[in-house]
């Protein structure tokens, strides 16, 4: 009784952990590839000044939106 009772609590964590590594997975690259927004304001949380880590953040953000290309809404001309 006591092995009948082992071999199904061993069946259950092992489907419990194929289940969760999957899922764990998941999430790996997601939270490698953070975007530069986020790490450039978290280079900023070393200001003590407040004025100063408001800036920095700001300039982050600005800095973010003149780096993305413009795209052109007007359709190409066919020859």
């Not at 194929?18 to 764990?24: E, M, Q, R, S, V």
């Not at 939270?31 to 790490?39: G, N, S, T, Y």
């Not at 973010?64 to 052109?72: M, Q």
Request: some cysteine; proline content about 6%.
């Amino acid at each position: 009784m006591r092995n009948f009772v082992l071999t199904r609590l061993a069946v259950a964590v092992a489907g419990w952990v194929l289940i969760t590594l999957p899922a764990g997975a998941a999430n790996s690259p997601k939270d490698k590839a953070e975007d530069p927004v986020r790490l450039c304001q978290s280079g900023c949380k070393v200001n003590q000044d407040s004025l100063a880590y408001e800036t920095c953040m700001l300039k982050c953000q600005d800095d973010h939106k003149a780096s993305k290309p413009a795209i052109s809404t007007v359709p190409a001309k066919k020859k």
